[in-house]
């Protein structure tokens, strides 16, 4: 099954008298959206369930009961475990080599992106873009792993829009945007100065 996109799914019962009460379930929760068919004799019923699997539902238990409520202990199973296949969902953070947030990070700084990716089947491929384009490993402060990218010394070269990507049979999965500023060292060193310098006159 695929994420998003409807199912029809059949459970059939025959043999019971009155005819079977029929009944869905997605682990311990009921599912009330099918409809029953007895057949023209009487014997057979059919249970339609439409269904709508979603990313959560993989794993879960999908089951059909038929019951004759007439007899105790009369009720009967069937089931599976579902296998929900996906777009990659992508997830990208930041972390500096400083305590700083990425907002204000300082040139020089070492930065990793992390890139988390679930997918079903696995991604067959995880990448990186800078300002919408892949990313090229020919910067030697660029290490590009699988699922981490770390970028070593930033410059000022190195700020702009970095994503992460995901692809799979499903389709491609894009993470958020997270623009790296850096500042200049020289910069944040004359803007401290020029506030002690300013605090010292409005204290004599």
């Not at 029929?22 to 959206?33: C, G, H, I, Q, Y």
């Not at 539902?57 to 599976?80: I, V």
């Not at 491929?125 to 020919?138: A, K, N």
């Not at 002690?196 to 409005?202: R, T, V």
Request: aromatic residues 10%; glycine residues 6%.
């Amino acid at each position: 099954m695929t994420a998003g996109r409807k199912v029809e799914l059949r459970c059939y019962s025959g043999g019971s008298s009155p005819p079977a009460r029929m009944s869905w379930f997605l682990d311990s929760e009921p599912l009330s959206n099918h409809t029953d068919l007895l057949s023209i004799d009487g014997n057979r019923t059919t249970s339609i369930l439409t269904f709508w699997p979603s990313r959560s539902d993989h794993k879960k238990y999908l089951r059909c009961r038929a019951e004759n409520f007439l007899l105790s202990g009369s009720a009967l199973e069937d089931g599976w475990y579902l296998n929900i296949t996906y777009v990659p969902q992508v997830s990208l953070t930041i972390k500096s080599s400083t305590k700083q947030t990425h907002s204000a990070l300082l040139e020089g700084d070492d930065v990793r992106f992390s890139c988390d990716v679930k997918a079903n089947p696995p991604a067959n491929e995880v990448g990186w873009l800078f300002e919408g384009r892949p990313l090229s490993s020919d910067d030697p402060e660029l290490v590009m792993s699988y699922r981490n990218l770390l970028i070593r010394r930033v410059k000022r070269k190195h700020r702009g829009r970095y994503q992460c990507y995901a692809n799979n049979a499903e389709g491609t999965g894009m993470s958020r945007v997270i623009t790296l500023r850096a500042m200049c060292k020289l910069i944040c060193f004359y803007i401290n100065m020029l506030m002690k310098h300013q605090k010292s006159l409005y204290t004599k």
